[in-house]
């Protein structure tokens, strides 16, 4: 179905408002003030001051190389030529090269004219700010991603208690039919979310405590540690004491998957556990002993997991411009 976007709309808005502002001053090239609408729409806040900047820049350097060239060498093609030769480097060394397609519209125009003056000069600045000014207009509001990104935790911690809850009766009843698709799915979620937080944080322009981003790189953490847990299930091959209290200590770990930071209860409950395991007798079989080491390379793990949840501080301060 064929579907607007909220970013086209604004892209659309933003250069007939720039055509009609430029229009109505009586500007000459008027038209040019929409291009630069156009390009300088972005899809953050952040990124479409960066661009905004890189153009305003751009633009006002290649004024000055097309004042000097073009006086100097006259209105020829092969100016033109030199005058971007010496042009886009230095864009490329002020890291505003992002402007360098509109900054080379601005050239043509006076290369069109066959001179520069005061007012020409003044008619492409205006030209630079109306389209600028429109396209940041057009970005002041940005609809909010948070009820999104809220949802996307949701998804993702039910995920995380379905693996755990899974790996316990794994480790306590061995092979199951559980096909294991929450740990792709898991991992689908965390992407997506990292993007849309990113870009969340990109739309505050000056300060934003930051719910989300790191939130979503911790999970990703601690969903690397699972996975190395499934070859550690794998070769539990037979059942004992110390597998069913692992198994219990993941079933309450799966209950207690959510945003807020209480890994330091279940650090202790794990170091209790490891600490009564001491107390047990020594494996009488081979099969045992592999078991039992097994079972002691998963607790490592599962601290890790737990480790990588401690040390989550669940806001940062952000800030734009530092």
Known sequence: MF???????????????????????????????GII????????????????????????????????????????PLSVGLLLLLFIPTTLMLKVQAGIVTSTVIILHIYTLKEISGPI??????????GIGCALLMNIYMPSV?????????????????????????????????????????????????????????NHVLRYEDLYYHYFKMREKQLDIIERMMPLLTSIDIKVKQGEMIADFLEELSKGVHPENTAHLFIERLEELQESFKDM??????????????LHQLIKEIEQYLIIKRQFKPKKAYAMFK
Not at 48 to 74: D, H, K, N, P, T
Not at 163 to 181: R, T
Not at 191 to 202: C, G, Q
Request: hydrophobic letters at 45%; charged letters at 25%.
């Open 3 to 33: 579907r607007i976007g909220y970013r086209t709309l604004k892209t659309a808005l933003g250069a007939a408002l720039a055509i009609a502002a430029a229009q109505w001053f009586q500007l000459d090239f008027y038209a040019s003030a």
């Open 37 to 76: 609408t156009v390009l300088c729409i972005q899809k953050t806040k952040k990124k479409s001051f960066q661009m905004s900047w890189a153009r305003l820049l751009a633009c006002v350097i290649g004024l000055v190389y097309a004042g000097v060239v073009f006086e100097v060498m006259g209105y020829h």
């Open 121 to 130: 000069v003044v008619n492409e600045l205006a030209l630079i700010l109306i």
């Open 146 to 202: 948070e009820t999104e990104l809220l949802r996307l935790q949701s998804e993702l911690e039910d995920k995380i208690r379905r693996i755990l809850h899974e790996f316990s009766v794994y480790v306590k009843e061995g092979d199951n039919a559980w096909s294991g698709k929450e740990l792709t799915e898991a991992a689908d979620i965390v992407h997506r979310a990292k993007s849309i937080s990113l870009d969340n944080l990109e």
């Open 281 to 294: 007798a020594l494996p009488e079989t081979r099969d045992e002993f592999e078991t039992r080491s097994a």
